[in-house]
Nanobody, 130 residues
């Protein structure tokens, strides 16, 4: 079983930054792909970013491109989502996700779906005030 624990959420003013962390445990993650998704109140969960554990290749939603950076620390089994230039519309619960497959074997459209994750964290709240 895989456990994912997110941290780093909080309240920030528009234009500010936050770094989310997701610590993974329970398996060897060399063949896993990791992702961040978010869900705002009254809205469906949506894709934010994904990363291939094997080579660090990343995928981003259009809303995240240029502002968010997804990275990994293999030694710590931890991934990070650096979020800059935050906007009120970024307010949501952010969920870490993992899957036992290489996201590089699929196209970016598939990476943006809710289909591929096998495991989910509990989520961390991000609130951006205007």
């Amino acid at each position: 079983q895989v456990q994912l624990v997110e941290s780093g959420g909080g309240l920030v003013q528009a234009g500010g930054s936050l770094r989310l962390s997701c610590a993974a445990s329970g398996r060897t993650f060399s063949d896993y792909s990791m992702g961040w998704f978010r869900q705002a109140p009254g809205k469906e969960r949506e894709f934010v970013a994904a990363i291939s554990w094997s080579d660090g290749n990343t995928y981003y939603a259009d809303s995240a491109k240029g502002r968010f950076t997804f990275s990994r620390d293999n030694a710590k089994n931890t991934v990070y989502l650096q979020m800059n230039s935050l906007k009120p519309e970024d307010t949501a619960v952010y969920y870490c996700a993992a899957a036992d497959m290489d996201i590089n074997e699929y196209d970016s459209d598939y990476a943006a779906t809710l289909t591929w994750p096998d495991y989910w964290g509990q989520g961390t709240q991000v609130t951006v005030s205007s």
